[in-house]
């Protein structure tokens, strides 16, 4: 990837016109792919410990699916997000986790209809990784793949 950064940069204007929206287009698709493959750059996510009776692996609601976004996009870089106030959890899932997360006092409804008062306590989490964002050899070969195009017809 690095050689791929260093190539770009040196290339005129002209030439370079297009390419950025062309990186951040295949790695919003790379990265998007990763929830329908359940791997990234050809590495298995762990399973679910039990199985789940609604949606897929990491796709409930959509959410952080949806959140994956080109957050710059420049001739010098493209970088690239995921999460926003609705997927706090993004970087735990993307990264893994394990420690104690501080859950606030709320209120909550029965399984008859009432609603009860929960205290504010600690829970314990172990979130295995289950990278869908990174650098990744299937990215680059895609990136190449794609900017030799766009420099062939553009020669």
């Known amino acids: 990837m690095d050689d791929l950064q260093d190539y770009l940069t040196g290339l005129p204007d002209e030439i370079m016109e297009g390419i950025p929206e062309i990186v951040a287009e295949v790695a919003t698709g790379y990265f998007k792919e990763a929830f329908a493959e359940k791997a990234f750059d050809g590495k298995p996510w762990a399973p679910l410990k039990k199985e789940k009776h ?42 893994g986790f394990a420690g104690s997360v501080m859950v606030p ?6 399984k008859k209809g009432k609603t009860v008062s929960v205290s504010a306590h600690t829970v314990k989490q172990n979130i295995p990784q289950r990278e869908y964002m ?22």
């Open 134 to 155: 990174g650098k990744a050899d299937e990215l680059a070969t895609r990136l190449h793949d794609r900017i030799q195009n766009h420099l062939n017809s553009k020669l």
């Open 105 to 110: 006092a709320h209120t909550r409804t029965s």
């Open 54 to 95: 609604h949606g897929s692996l990491m796709i409930t609601s959509g959410n952080l699916l949806n959140s994956i976004r080109p957050a710059y996009v420049g001739r010098d870089k493209v970088i690239m997000s995921a999460g926003n106030d609705k997927v706090p959890y993004a970087q735990a899932h993307n990264e």
